[in-house]
């Protein structure tokens, strides 16, 4: 198990120099602590849990965003809604688990599946030329998109650097 903290740091709320860094730099933050508790616990019950790497967890108004390696989403689904909850209830807003992925595509795919887009590009905005990921949707899919436009682009921005944007078709 690999989380956004050392385990051990975690689990004895005694954070070591690199830990305590990262709570300082604003890359962690108690909410990393508290996810973490409860994922350790919930590994004690479903074993899977302890092949997970935790990422980084993305906050968004929508909820909290973790963002885990390829394959790890099912091994947090062995725990079922008992453990979203419990996560849920450890940091009061609501939790998705997210695989990441190294292509942006990719990730954008995943994320609003089940949802197909027509096509994922990049674009350049004007004035400046800055490139944006465009993902085009088909009109009647609209309502079916579980994130707004503006959580979907936090999460792509940090994780890929770009800001992204839905246009319908
Ligand atoms: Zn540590």
């Known amino acids: 198990m690999k989380l956004t903290?050392?385990?051990?740091?975690?689990?004895t709320n005694d954070l070591c120099l690199t830990c305590s860094k990262k709570m300082k730099s604003g890359e962690a933050s108690d909410i990393d602590i508290k996810v973490g508790k409860v994922i350790i616990h919930a590994s004690k019950q479903?074993?899977?849990?302890?092949?997970?790497t935790l990422n980084k967890i993305i906050l968004t108004?929508?909820?909290a965003f973790l963002i885990v390696n390829e394959g790890d989403k099912k091994r947090f689904d062995r725990s079922g809604f008992v453990?979203?909850?419990e996560l849920s209830d450890a940091i009061g807003t609501d939790v998705f688990i997210i695989?990441?992925?190294k292509k942006a595509e990719k990730f954008i795919e995943n994320l609003?599946?089940?949802?197909?887009?027509?096509s994922i590009s990049t674009v350049f905005i004007p004035p400046f030329g800055e490139k944006e990921i465009k993902i085009q949707i088909k009109?009647?899919?609209?309502?079916?998109?579980s994130f707004p436009q503006e959580?979907?682009?936090n999460i792509v921005e940090e994780l890929f650097g770009v800001k992204a944007h839905y246009s319908y078709t």
């Open 5 to 11: 903290l050392d385990r051990m740091c975690i689990t």
């Open 46 to 52: 479903n074993k899977e849990l302890n092949k997970i």
């Open 61 to 63: 108004p929508m909820g």
């Open 83 to 85: 453990l979203l909850n």
């Open 99 to 101: 695989e990441k992925h």
């Open 112 to 118: 609003i599946s089940p949802v197909e887009p027509v």
């Open 139 to 145: 009109k009647e899919d609209q309502g079916k998109l």
């Open 151 to 153: 959580t979907l682009s």
